[in-house]
């Protein structure tokens, strides 16, 4: 490009940051970058941003740009941050009535913004959604790094991911390591068409880096990502985390292992009840009686092994006539309030005897005008 052709452009904004063709410069710079390949809408601003860095950093050459198609997210249109916003106003939409004045101070932000954003007119910044989201239980599309990191994805699965996207090794391959990913680059097969940024695809990856991982480097990534969340699981040490993660073999995510084992690191009365799971397991075939005499067994059994309990409540329902799920969902339910969780022998094991009728105790006792 000619300096003839190029326009004069900012480098500065008027509240003093630096605009993004300044910026990214100056990061890549720093970083040591010598190979930028981005998607296509960034053409026009590699002119101004090879000259900026010819005029700042005469030491260095010339980063090599490349540009590739674009992605398009799998509800349709360029993946953009604003699918995060724009997710939460559907909900908060679809919703018939919406505590304004909580929305506010839960985001940080007042009520007329909350009002403005519902209208369609403002879009809060992106921490006032995200706490929103989360009080409202409202699941968030990932855009962001950080984002997939939050929800539990392996670093290996995103490398491998997202290196596709765009690109692909000639073959048939998929699921790669980054050793293969190196040894099979090469720019000429980059693709011209757009590349689809598909989520399903990218959870079965996933599931697939978590059975391919090392078990000593899960058990590192999956300890990271408690910090990150500052999950309850966290006060675990090693050894039950890697049994957590055993018990939970084929998994999709981190945040899946962690909603399954969260109940048994809370205090016996921080135990939610699920609405749907009360409805469906303890209100209905008599459920109450059937997790009493479950109890009572319990309470009664010389060890409290896996094989044991396991034992007892193929038992019991034997005795009773019924299906295993039929003794062991009720009990589950008392235990963690849901129907999602580990292994119900494993749970009361790792529970243990007293914690365990605590918990039978607690929901015996809260739902006893049902029973």
């Known amino acids: 490009f000619e300096p003839a052709e190029l326009g004069d452009f900012i480098i500065q904004k008027s509240d003093g940051f630096p605009t993004y063709n300044f910026a990214v410069v100056i990061d890549d710079y720093l970083m040591g970058v010598t190979h930028v390949l981005r998607g ?9 941003q090879k000259a900026l860095w010819e005029a700042l950093f005469s030491d260095r050459p010339v980063p090599h740009y490349a540009h590739m198609s ?8 360029k993946l953009s941050k604003r699918e995060r916003p724009q997710t939460l106003r559907t909900a908060l939409t679809a919703m018939k009535d919406v505590d304004v004045d909580t929305l506010a101070r839960i985001g940080g932000i007042t009520a007329d913004e909350i009002r403005s954003f519902l209208a369609g007119d403002t879009t809060p910044d992106m921490p006032a959604v995200d706490a929103i989201a989360k009080h409202l239980g409202v699941h968030l599309p990932e855009i962001n790094i950080v984002d997939f990191f939050h929800s539990g994805y392996l670093p290996e699965t995103m490398v491998n991911f997202m ?4 690109w692909n090794p000639g073959d048939q391959r998929e699921i790669m390591v980054l050793d293969e990913l190196i040894r099979s680059f090469d720019l000429s097969r980059l693709t011209k068409s757009n590349s689809l940024f598909d989520r399903k695809k990218l959870l079965a990856f996933n599931t697939e880096h978590l059975r391919l991982t090392p078990p000593e480097k899960v058990l590192e990534h999956f300890k990271a990502y408690l910090r990150h969340v500052e999950s309850p699981v966290r006060s675990a040490d090693d050894a039950m985390l890697a049994r957590i993660i055993k018990l939970c073999d084929g998994a999709r995510t981190f945040e899946d292992i962690e909603r399954k084992s969260v109940f048994v690191f809370l205090d016996d009365e921080q135990i939610a009840f699920d609405e749907k799971a009360v409805q469906k397991v303890l209100m209905k075939d008599r459920a109450l009686e059937i997790l009493r005499q479950v109890r009572d067994e319990l309470a009664a059994l010389p060890e409290l092994t896996e094989q044991a309990i396991e034992e007892m409540l193929r038992k019991l329902a034997e005795t009773r006539q019924v299906g295993l799920g039929k003794v062991a969902q009720p009990l589950r339910v008392a235990l963690c309030g849901t129907t999602i969780s580990l292994p119900i022998f494993d749970s009361v094991n790792m529970l243990g005897r007293e914690r365990t009728l605590r ?3 607690l929901t015996l ?7």
């Open 70 to 77: 674009v992605t398009v997210s799998d509800a349709g249109g």
């Open 163 to 166: 290196a596709l996207l765009g």
């Open 365 to 371: 006792e809260r739902f006893k005008a049902h029973g």
């Open 40 to 48: 296509q809408e960034h053409l026009m601003n590699t002119p101004s």
């Open 359 to 361: 918990r039978i105790d």
